[in-house]
């Protein structure tokens, strides 16, 4: 009767029978749904407001009483079951009502209408149009007994995430699961292998051990008796576990994992969770790893650097960097008083310390920054100009490769330039800090007031975005059109206001080419108009003028100057040199964002060439789907671009593998970790330049932190308080939930999601320093920020009412 009462419905009907503990209920059939719309007049173009309000048959009042009868009239849930739900290849998870906690009559005949008219909503729609589905869906409505959990959830008998078949996925919070699956509460996870292991533990503890193994064993009868995984919901109540709800688990891999080698070279290797979170596509390292490498051996050289460069390197599928000691020698290092005489004696140190003194007296960092400001930044925005330009569509193959070789040649070359101008931040950081601590007795987080406002770069997308939603609250039609974001919402702008369309596009032509992670394979902003669309969107109808902020952040860095020379009065030598520190700075600090947008630039437009040659591929059948590309290496991308021939196997080969990798995360170290080693006896230039790298590696490295009663402790990294809502996001994919006036609590961002900035209240990350890249953008935005709490995303919960306090560097949990 699938047909007449839905997949869920006849789902759970079967699983009934079969002897599956499932609450009793009753079912309103399609034809009941249909007998409605057409007593009622109703067109698929209805809005849910009218079927509310539309009245109920009298056979449908009939049917609903005795069913009810049946029930004893306890408290049900009203829940849909449409035919095209809980399907192998749409779940329609979440698009539709349920209903809970119903008592009598007329609370049952209101829900019920309530459920038929979330077939007429937007995102029911915008889902349809996605899946190809029909405008109006055949929906049946399943009523069912109210199960009062104590305890409810979701299990996956095969991980969703990672497509691992052999383990068993359980969310589970307190109370009823509806918080859990509508995305308002963030759960207590366990993953059930052949160990039982709790992932994300709460404050709390939902389940017990037993209890986890329990719904672990009732999601592995069900997939045996569907033959196939499945997603299923439950509760326990009164120590009763109770079926919900089970169906197909969708968008699962076809590929199963493929095992890599784990091979760790000689040396300390750690992996840097705060440029690098996530295991690289196949495509990115090939690029990357390479470029870095180089790069950082070049500019260390460059300055003297006691060390000689950096080293990044794929371990077991996962980026683990190594400082490469002087001669890359990996023995401890020697005595502090032998120093000094092997600076002498030992031509390579003698040679790096020659080269240090050069550098300083002679100021390179200097030098580099004009290189950068006066030549390199107008020659790489006149270049990403011209080959954003380019109609990738018209190209050849040959002039593809060409196009994309360039990208990348480009993309090389703003490496080496992006750690060439990382000494010149780090002595001007430095310098400020070490003068603010050592000779006004600051401490080092109030220094950073003295860099407020500095880096425009990082807050320009955001800034303009608000702008631009300020420019939208001013024309009522775009505010309507902008109710409901779909793919069709820019045709509808074209029509009702083209000079705001031309407006939103030269927004996107500015700041698009903007990709949130390291790598290629995520969609950059140029690719995601409706999420800008609905940022833009937030600002129309909550956002306040820019030019305030950055206003107030100008005021709080002239303010700290101020005082600092209030300090340094009567001494004109100390404050002739905290003048040109200053100056200094100004042109230092805000080099490192700007560079870092350039990047990101280039690396969108790799990302849009190696689509182009994955649609090429595919549309050979040479490559099954065009993302697929970034599963290749680049020499094979060049060699097909030559030679082109079938490269699935590959492709599918490194898709496997990628599952395995997701699924066993690496050790935060491998090889003998030592402590920092003391650079107090080095020659003057060199232990400068060591003392300031030494400091900036230890504000970019995660500290231990605990809770503290009622809160968490991390880094104060931007000053101010604020109360919000907490909005837990771990991957660019959940931007979407964003909304103004949130939290942001999240494992660590990049440069790039400065535009989510504007419509933050306060930020929150696991990871991160002084001086990593959401600090630097939360004081652009002048944002209270807390940094390396260690664990906030796991201890924290959506919609929680936090207060963020990034003075003292506290999270305090209000409700």
Known sequence: ???????????????????????????????????????????????????????????????????????????????????????????????????????????????????????????????????????????????????????????????????????????????????????????????????????????NKVLTESQAQEVAGLAQLVEKYYETPQDIEWAIAKDQLYLLQARPVTGLSEEEPIPVPVEVSDG????????????????????????????????????????????????????????????????????????????????????????AREALRSDLAGSLLDDWWQTWRPEFEAKITQKAAVDLSVLDDMALARHFNELVSLFERMEVIHFRLFPPHMLAVTDAVFFCRDVLGWEESESMALFAGLS???????????????????????????????????????EIDPEFLAAFNSYQNKYGLRIPIYDLDHPCDLEQPQLMLHWLRDHGQNGSPPDGKNAALEKQREEKESQAHSRLSGLPQQAERFTTILERLEKAYPAREDNEFFSFNIMSLMRLSSLEIGRRMAARSHLKDSGDIFYLEIDEVRQWLRQPADIRGTASRRLGERLWIDANPGPQTY????????????????CH???????????????????????????????????????????????????????????????????????????????????????????????????????????????????????????????
Not at 173 to 185: F, M, N, R, Y
Not at 467 to 482: D, F, I, Y
Request: glycine share 8%.
């Open 1 to 203: 009767m699938r047909d007449a009462v839905g997949s869920k419905a006849a789902n759970l009907a079967q699983l009934k029978a079969a002897g599956f503990l499932v609450p009793d209920g009753f079912v309103l059939t399609t034809e009941a749904f249909t007998l409605f719309l057409e007593s009622n007049r109703i067109d698929p173009n209805a809005v849910p407001e009218q079927i509310e309000q539309a009245s109920l048959p009298s056979e449908i009042v009939a049917a609903l009483r005795q069913g009810l009868k049946e029930l004893k009239d306890v408290k049900v849930a009203v829940r849909s079951s449409a035919i095209a739900e809980d399907l192998a290849d749409s779940s329609y998870a979440g698009q539709y009502e349920s209903i809970l906690n119903i008592s009598g009559q007329e609370a049952l005949q209101h829900a019920v209408r309530k459920c038929w008219a979330s077939a007429f909503s937007e995102r029911v729609k915008s889902y349809e149009k996605k899946y190809d589905q029909k405008s109006l869906p055949e929906m049946a409505v399943l009523i069912q007994s109210m199960v009062a959990a104590d305890v409810a959830g979701v299990a996956f008998t095969a991980n969703p995430t990672i497509g691992i078949r052999n383990e068993v996925v359980i969310n589970a919070v307190s109370g009823l699961g509806e918080c859990l699956v509508s995305g308002e509460a963030t759960p207590e996870q366990w993953v059930i292998s052949k160990n039982v292991q709790l992932v994300n533990p709460r404050s």
């Open 689 to 815: 330049i060591m003392t300031g790298l030494l400091w900036i590696i230890k504000n970019d490295v995660e500290p231990k932190i605990e809770l503290h009663e009622g809160g968490i402790r991390g880094v104060g990294a931007s000053p101010g308080r604020f109360t919000g809502l907490v909005r837990i996001i771990h991957s660019p994919e959940e931007f979407h939930k964003v909304q103004k006036g949130d939290v942001l609590v999240c494992p660590m961002t990049t440069a790039s999601w400065s535009t989510l900035f504007a419509s933050l209240g306060a930020l929150v990350t696991d990871s991160g320093g002084l001086l990593s890249h959401p600090a630097i953008i939360a004081r652009e935005f002048g944002i209270p920020a807390v940094l390396a709490t260690g664990n906030a995303t796991a201890k924290l919960c959506d919609g929680q009412l936090v207060t963020v306090n990034g003075s003292a560097g506290t999270v305090e949990i209000v409700e």
């Open 268 to 355: 300390a290797w750690f992996r840097d969770m705060i440029h690098f979170p996530r295991p690289f596509s196949p495509l990115f390292a090939s690029i990357y790893l390479p470029a870095y490498n180089k790069a950082t051996r070049t500019a260390f050289q460059e300055f003297g650097i006691l060390i000689d460069g950096v080293e990044l390197r794929i371990i077991g599928g996962w980026p683990y960097i190594r400082i490469i000691p002087p001669m890359d020698k990996t023995d401890p290092p020697p005595p502090n008083w032998l120093l000094p005489v092997l600076m002498r004696v030992v031509p390579p140190l003698h040679k790096k310390m020659q080269r």
């Open 456 to 494: 425009k770069t990082s807050s320009a997308p955001g800034d303009a975005l608000a702008e631009l939603g300020l420019q939208a609250r001013e024309r009522p039609a775009v505010m309507q059109a902008l109710k409901t974001i779909d793919e069709n919402t820019l045709e509808q702008l074209e």
């Open 671 to 686: 090889g003998p970790q030592a402590p920092p080693p003391d650079v107090s006896s080095l020659p003057a230039e060199m």
